[in-house]
């Protein structure tokens, strides 16, 4: 793995929880830089597989390596670099758009002058610059997850974990947020992205089909659609996912 930024390897990985088999030998490349979808089902493994990626949990077998501009590094020489955004948020209700910022800024120490740049260029590209007064649980579905992730991205992250960030939210809201995401392309983000929207994988740079805890088929994904002779990823996951 030769590229600048951090990426992340897994191998043979398993994790059960419980009676369940979370994860049953995950064998996967996160390339520094791109745009990488896990995809799959409700209780597939993803969350699980993005825990286990962040330390929270520890894999029962199987290796996580993390890299940094080509060369293997220690979790903790990196976790300052990482952002999360849970599927279920932890914002709160009561506090609006600005003083959740204010907040996430006194907790990451950014310098005032960095803060203001750095509010300022989320505001615009969230286009949510006329509701910073607005408290959180009065926002719209789509405008609440944007503030997760306004939140996630001010201390600049090199690694962004998304869980189901469009869960749950109409499609001009996931649209948007999707736009949102390609606005970072080109500054050198690792971006993890678990969706159990089938179409959402081809709005990625790689696709991880993931179902039952294994990989089910990994790619660029047109080339995936090609090579399987499919349209889209609905009729490619029924062909592996099939018993």
Known sequence: MDSKGIGIQIANVFKKLGPNQALAGVSMNFEAGLMHGLIGPEGAGKTTLIRTLLKLLKQDQGTVTY????????????????????????????????????????????????????????LQITRLKDFVDRPAGKLSGGMYKKLGLMCALLRSPQVIFLDEPTNGVDPISRREFWDLLYSLAGQNILIIIATAYLDEAERCARAHLIENGKLIAEGIPRELLQNEGVRSFDELFLRRAAP
């Open 67 to 122: 890299f940094k501009d080509g060369q293997s590094v220690a979790f903790p020489e990196i976790s300052p670099s990482i952002a999360y955004m849970p599927q279920q948020q932890s914002l709160y209700a009561d506090l609006s758009i600005d003083e959740h910022l204010e907040f996430f800024r006194e907790m990451y120490s950014i310098p005032q002058d960095v803060y203001e740049s750095r509010r300022e260029n989320l």
